[in-house]
């Protein structure tokens, strides 16, 4: 026989909030449950998108910069430096490790010929320039 039980968000957030509560602090997750995750900001300028994302601790040959159409993805992985050796105990991490991804959809395509792409100090910074708007055709009606 199986039991049927109500699903009820707010309670498992209520206990999500308090397992634990005097032992650790706020807002600490286990290390599995918390991904790196970029913050992105997007400006518009002279008919080209500029994209500054926050990837720091990742190395230039880890991130991967994908546009199609009005799509852009941005792929980073952010690996681990060392391992604990036999004789140590890890007490506490926050350093976050593992694979970051983020992708939006941009008002109008994007010339993927022309996107430049640069990366320093952690900050990734695109230039997508607006792909150039199709002649409007005037159909005659017969």
């Given amino acids: 026989m199986s039991n049927i039980t109500r699903f009820d968000p707010l309670n498992d957030l209520v206990d999500d909030f308090f397992k634990g509560f005097l032992v650790r602090p706020y807002g600490y997750e286990p ?4 991904a790196p995750r970029m913050k992105v900001d997007v400006a518009e300028k002279n008919g080209a998108y500029l994209v500054t994302a926050e ?3 990742v190395k230039k040959e880890d991130i991967h ?15 681990q430096e ?4 036999k004789d140590e105990r890890v007490l506490h991490v926050e350093r976050l490790y593992g694979k970051a991804t983020r992708s939006f959809t941009l008002p109008q395509e994007l010339d993927e010929s022309k996107v430049e792409a640069k990366y320093r100090d952690g900050l990734l910074e695109l230039t997508l320039p ?3 708007a199709a002649a409007r055709k005037q159909i005659a009606v017969q």
């Fill in 130 to 132: 607006k792909k150039a």
């Fill in 31 to 34: 290390r599995e449950a918390v």
């Fill in 55 to 57: 990837i720091p601790g």
């Fill in 65 to 79: 910069v994908s546009v199609d159409g009005a799509q852009v993805t941005l792929e980073a992985e952010v690996k």
């Fill in 82 to 85: 060392r391992e604990a050796g």
